[in-house]
């Protein structure tokens, strides 16, 4: 059986047993690792990818490409030229299974490219993210925050105002029946109303409106 499979950006067509130098992967020697994205397995293709085919491999080491020499010359007003090196960071592996399906019941990890990221800290990411899954999932249901009144209704009061008053711990039509005139005011004040709370007579429309809710 043969599958192809993408990794940083390049196709490399497998079987099992082979070795590979594909780009630098966030994992140590000696870690098994798995590629998801397979786009054929055994001539099945997949759309781009073939859904739940997976190709497993065993880090050998992290090596180093051949040098590749790069000259860079500038003619214009400010002319120079240098000679660059580069070598390009690589893992070696052999690959040692290759599966049509069942990938994602394997738990193996998953064959990341380094990037930004080592392989340490993606060694500490994934045991955080397998625990705070399981905590979510383990934790009870939280009840419900009981739903305030629609203080749309009362006089320009729009959504960003009801929000207002929501966040100044106003949510019930019956807070606001209950406002003193000295509190109103006072409301009015904090909000930046210009007097509208007793100009539109909220503390009245509350009451009747407390009533019905």
Same mark, same amino acid.
């Given at each position: 059986?043969?599958?192809?499979?993408?990794?940083?950006g /390049?196709?490399?067509?497998? $079987?099992?047993g082979?070795?590979?130098?594909? &780009?630098? +992967? %966030?994992?140590? !020697?000696?870690? *098994?690792?798995?590629?998801?994205?397979?786009?054929?397995?055994?001539?099945?293709?997949?759309?781009p990818?073939v859904?739940?085919?997976?190709v497993q491999?065993?880090?050998i080491?992290q090596?180093?490409?051949?040098?590749?020499?790069?000259?860079?010359k500038?003619?214009?007003?400010?002319s120079?030229?240098?000679? /660059?090196?580069?070598?390009? $960071?690589?893992?070696?592996l052999?690959?040692? &299974?290759? +599966? %049509?399906s069942g !990938?994602a019941? *394997?738990?193996?990890?998953?064959?990341?490219?380094?990037?930004?990221?080592?392989?340490?800290?993606?060694?500490?990411?994934?045991?955080?993210?397998?625990?705070?899954?399981e905590?979510?999932a383990?934790?009870?249901?939280?009840?419900?925050?009981?739903?305030?009144?629609?203080?749309?209704?009362?006089?320009?009061?729009?959504?960003?105002?009801e929000?207002?008053?929501?966040?100044?711990g106003?949510?019930?039509?019956a807070?606001i !029946?209950?406002? *003193?005139?000295?509190?109103?005011?006072?409301?009015?004040?904090r909000?930046?109303?210009?007097?509208k709370i007793?100009?539109?007579?909220?503390?009245?429309?509350?009451?009747?409106?407390?009533?019905?809710?």
């Open positions: 059986m043969f599958a192809v499979l993408k990794t940083g /390049k196709q490399y067509k497998v $079987q099992s082979d070795v590979l130098r594909v &780009e630098k +992967l %966030a994992a140590e !020697a000696g870690e *098994t690792v798995q590629f998801n994205e397979i786009l054929m397995v055994d001539g099945q293709v997949g759309t990818t859904e739940g085919a997976a491999a065993t880090v080491d090596i180093k490409g051949d040098k590749v020499i790069h000259f860079v500038r003619r214009r007003k400010h120079s030229q240098r000679t /660059k090196g580069h070598r390009q $960071q690589l893992t070696l052999r690959v040692t &299974e290759i +599966l %049509a !990938a019941a *394997t738990g193996v990890k998953a064959a990341i490219g380094s990037g930004s990221v080592s392989g340490t800290a993606v060694a500490v990411a994934e045991p955080k993210a397998a625990k705070a899954a905590a979510k383990e934790a009870p249901a939280e009840a419900a925050a009981p739903a305030g009144d629609d203080l749309k209704k009362l006089p320009g009061v729009g959504p960003a105002m929000k207002k008053l929501h966040e100044a106003i949510t019930r039509f807070q !029946a209950a406002w *003193t005139n000295e509190q109103a005011a006072a409301m009015d004040s909000l930046g109303l210009k007097g007793v100009n539109d007579g909220w503390v009245a429309l509350a009451k009747d409106l407390a009533k019905k809710a």
